[in-house]
T-cell receptor, first 112, second 114 residues
Framework: GEDVEQSLFLSVREGDSSVINCTYTDSSSTYLYWYKQEPGAGLQLLTYIFSNMDMKQDQRLTVLLNKKDKHLSLRIADTQTGDSAIYFC????????????FGSGTRLLVRP | DGGITQSPKYLFRKEGQNVTLSCEQN?????MYWYRQDPGQGLRLIYYSQIVNDFQKGDIAEGYSVSREKKESFPLTVTSAQKNPTAFYLC?????????????FGSGTRLTVV
């Protein structure tokens, strides 16, 4: 079945880059997403990448996709304390349900 | 502004009670979803609906029920059959094409059994 895996925790110093990694199993996924969740809140879409792309950059965010290895990463440049949150990777299923399969989330802690 | 509204933000349930969580959207989205979030386990799909008067079970539907009488509304009932209901519940919706914009999420309801 479909599965999305992420490491649970990442700690970085303010100003450094953060790299959050994700692996997925459904090779037919068309879109892959990164969401951010702040404490007690819903999920906010950060960015997404189409499966025929290798990279997408959006201001401080860079998404890299290695479709052969089914590996997705999110790099946050110049990480700030406001970036501390849980980051979820998600893949869309190649069917009509529009369901997203989410990873378990990576908690990012930014130290001053 | 368009969005998804979940209410209440906090809900307390006694043992054996049914409770209903509200989810309303004014985005004109066809598909709506309910997820449950437990610490360290990510999001698990409870139910989803792609059209009015139709819905499907997700991965953990036991002990839950839903209805979709209106496009804007997708309430979730946590029944007494759900033995461990304490969790954070998230509602989401997506436009007809689904991709690429993904889901829009509500701000969640935290349910606690007392």
């Amino acid at each position: 079945g479909e599965d999305v895996e992420q490491s649970l925790f990442l700690s970085v110093r303010e100003g450094d880059s953060s790299v959050i990694n994700c692996t997925y199993t459904d090779s037919s996924s068309t879109y892959l997403y990164w969401y951010k969740q702040e404490p007690g809140a819903g999920l906010q879409l950060l960015t997404y990448i189409f499966s025929n792309m290798d990279m997408k950059q959006d201001q401080r965010l860079t998404v890299l996709l290695n479709k052969k290895d089914k590996h997705l990463s999110l790099r946050i440049a110049d990480t700030q304390t406001g970036d501390s949150a849980i980051y979820f990777c998600a893949e869309s299923l190649m069917d009509s349900s529009y369901k997203l399969i989410f990873g378990s989330g990576t908690r990012l802690l930014v130290r001053p | 502004d368009g969005g998804i509204t979940q209410s209440p933000k906090y809900l307390f349930r006694k043992e054996g009670q049914n409770v209903t969580l509200s989810c309303e959207q004014n985005l004109n989205h066809d598909a709506m979803y309910w997820y449950r979030q437990d610490p360290g386990q990510g999001l698990r799909l409870i139910y989803y609906s792609q059209i009015v008067n139709d819905f499907q079970k997700g991965d953990i539907a036991e002990g839950y029920s839903v209805s979709r009488e209106k496009k804007e509304s997708f309430p979730l009932t946590v029944t007494s059959a759900q033995k461990n209901p304490t969790a954070f519940y998230l509602c989401a919706s997506t436009p007809p094409t689904g991709r690429p914009t993904g889901y829009t999420f509500g701000s969640g309801t935290r349910l606690t059994v007392v």
